[in-house]
């Protein structure tokens, strides 16, 4: 008898401790969504809304932060007359979700560039699970994304990170305004083309030098084929360009990988990729702000130019 009102005992306990630690996750959640959604990738609900209002026919960047502040799509649309949306998203996400999110807004005429950074076509690019799984947690639009094989790993993580947002934000002062840096980075600065409005010069520290990876990955470059295959069944027209990458890698003595990889790039992609690595490749950081990946405002037009150009190039080849 006193063994089975233990047992019961045990098992109260354990119930309240399962409802207290899920209560809990529910309750920093709500308290810190009120602070990270104020965060730009936040903002993926506004770009999304911008694709399900507008029509076929747009040219529609994907990619990661190098999209985001490399792409001007306001000044895309005035030089090419078209409509231009600007998806890139910051932070290291794993790449599927990147082509997945757009995949039910594509329509006949659209034009989408991939500008996807090198780590997806590592050869260790199922290491980047770990650390695109965690971002995205404030919209809901991300988790539809994760494929199911990722989700139970996406959940555990998430209840990790409810309560260290918790313990960041009790001791930080992101509740009471944001400094520096981080004011690029707030939903606010964010235009209805996905661009940063904020003004972003070269006055700001040396940015932190990114390496790259060049070891072409078959299983990367299947999934990535798979999507833009299904894009083009939609009418789309797929292009695959370079990120600019500031690096303080020789890449000047590696001129061997770097060709080899753009030809493993041509032979798995063919026509769709446009320019060459190296021409967006730099060993001096004037050029970017706060990482090696993130162009600054005058740089961004340019670069929204060159592949304003490099499109313009392969449509007139394509007559």
């Known amino acids: 008898m ?15 401790l399962f409802i207290l630690f899920v209560g809990g996750t529910y309750l920093c959640n709500l308290y810190t969504d009120s ?26 960047f994907v990619g990661g932060s190098s999209v985001l502040t490399g792409v001007n799509a306001e000044h895309y649309e005035k030089i090419s007359g078209e409509q231009s949306i600007n998806m890139g998203l910051h932070a290291a996400d794993i790449y599927d979700v990147y082509l997945s999110v757009i995949e039910p807004y594509i329509h006949q005429g659209d034009k989408v560039v991939l500008a996807l950074e090198y780590y997806p076509y ?10 695109g799984l965690i971002v995205g947690h404030e919209s809901k639009e991300y988790y539809k994304t994760i494929t199911l094989k990722h989700r139970p790993q996406y959940t555990y993580q998430q209840i990790l990170r409810s309560y260290a947002k918790v313990y960041e934000v009790a001791y930080s002062n992101l509740t009471e305004g944001i400094k520096g840096d981080e004011e690029a980075y707030l939903r606010d600065n964010i235009t209805k083309y996905g661009d940063l409005s904020i003004e972003i010069n070269m006055y700001h520290k040396n940015p932190y030098p990114y390496q790259y990876n060049l070891n072409l990955d ?8 798979r999507y833009i295959e299904h894009y083009e069944t939609l009418g789309a027209k797929v292009y695959i360009v370079f990120p600019p990458i500031y690096t303080d890698l020789d890449f000047e003595s590696d001129v061997d990988n770097i060709d080899s990889f753009y030809r493993q790039m041509r032979k798995n992609f063919g026509d769709r990729v446009l320019g060459y690595p190296t021409d967006w490749m730099f060993n001096t950081g004037d050029k970017f702000w706060d990482t090696g990946y993130h162009l600054i405002s005058s740089e961004s037009l340019r670069h929204t130019e ?10 007139n080849l394509n007559k």
């Open 218 to 225: 078959k299983e990367a470059v299947k999934e990535i084929k």
């Open 306 to 315: 060159y592949y304003y150009n490099l499109i313009k190039e392969a449509e």
């Open 2 to 16: 006193q063994n089975s009102k233990n047992i019961w005992i045990f098992y109260g306990k354990i119930t309240l």
């Open 35 to 60: 602070v990270y959604s104020k965060r730009h990738y936040g903002s993926i609900e506004d770009k999304l809304n911008t694709l399900k209002t507008t029509h076929g026919g747009r040219t529609i």
């Open 122 to 131: 590592n050869t260790a690019w199922n290491e980047y699970d770990d650390v």
